[in-house]
């Protein structure tokens, strides 16, 4: 089965960067989409940065100019480079993944990594 992990979290002070990377295990045939979700204490689950197929990303709102997304499609890697890190960034970060797995689909999560932004 596929098996997604994230590393790279921590503390990180308001302003600092930290990068994200999630690697993928097991038989993937081809890679969709990634991308990386986020999730803080009492909120909903957001998406982050996708990537896709082709090369296009997608950013939230709130991250554009902050954040970017890069993948290694041959290693079923996807990064995430956060820079100007702020206070609201703070919550775990899930690694997403729908892949082609031996000619079926499937969406899979990372266990997810915390990201702190703190003074």
């Known amino acids: 089965q596929v098996q997604l992990v994230e590393s790279g979290g921590g503390l990180v002070q308001p302003g600092g960067s930290l990068t994200l990377s999630c690697v993928a295990s097991?038989?993937?045939?081809?890679?969709?989409?990634m991308g990386w979700y986020r999730q803080a204490p009492g909120n909903q689950r957001e998406m982050v940065a996708s990537?896709?197929?082709?090369?296009?990303?997608n950013y939230a709102d709130s991250v554009k100019g902050r954040f970017t997304i890069s993948g290694n499609n041959a290693r079923n890697q996807v990064y995430l480079q956060m820079n100007s890190l702020k206070p609201e960034d703070t919550a775990v970060y899930y690694c997403?993944?729908?892949?082609?797995?031996?000619?079926?689909?499937?969406?899979?999560w990372g266990q997810g990594t915390q990201v702190t932004v703190s003074s």
């Open positions: 997403n993944g729908y892949f082609a797995t031996g000619g079926s689909f499937g969406d899979y």
């Open positions: 097991g038989i993937i045939d081809s890679v969709k989409i």
């Open positions: 990537i896709g197929s082709g090369g296009t990303t």
